[in-house]
Nanobody
């Protein structure tokens, strides 16, 4: 069955960096685009970044442009979200999505 398993995340100080990973199984990874979204407490889920099946970055949320990067490794069936210069407002549960499925979510907390 289709599975998206996330890893990474945690607690980081403002200005720090984290990398999220999302490893997919159960379908042909290279045929699909993927995205990362996030949901802060009390807020709606918002799209953060997306990448096409050919590895092109399709979208970045304005507030993360220049700080976040999305990439994929087809050999590892994994998509990444590199997050730099993290700020408290980046605190949220982050979700990857592909093939109409969501990952389990990963908490990212930015706090001193």
């Amino acid at each position: 069955q289709v599975q998206l398993v996330q890893s990474g995340g945690g607690l980081v100080q403002p200005g720090g960096s984290l990398r999220l990973s999302c490893t997919a199984s159960g379908f042909t990874f290279r045929d699909w685009g993927f995205s990362w979204s996030r949901q802060a407490t009390g807020k709606e889920r918002e799209l953060v970044a997306s990448i096409t099946s050919t590895g092109e970055t399709a979208y970045f949320l304005d507030s993360v442009k220049g700080r976040f990067a999305i990439s994929r490794d087809n050999a590892k069936n994994t998509v990444y979200l590199q997050m730099n210069s993290l700020q408290p407002e980046d605190t949220a549960v982050y979700y990857c999505r592909g093939n109409y499925h969501w990952g389990q979510g990963t908490q990212v907390t930015v706090s001193s």
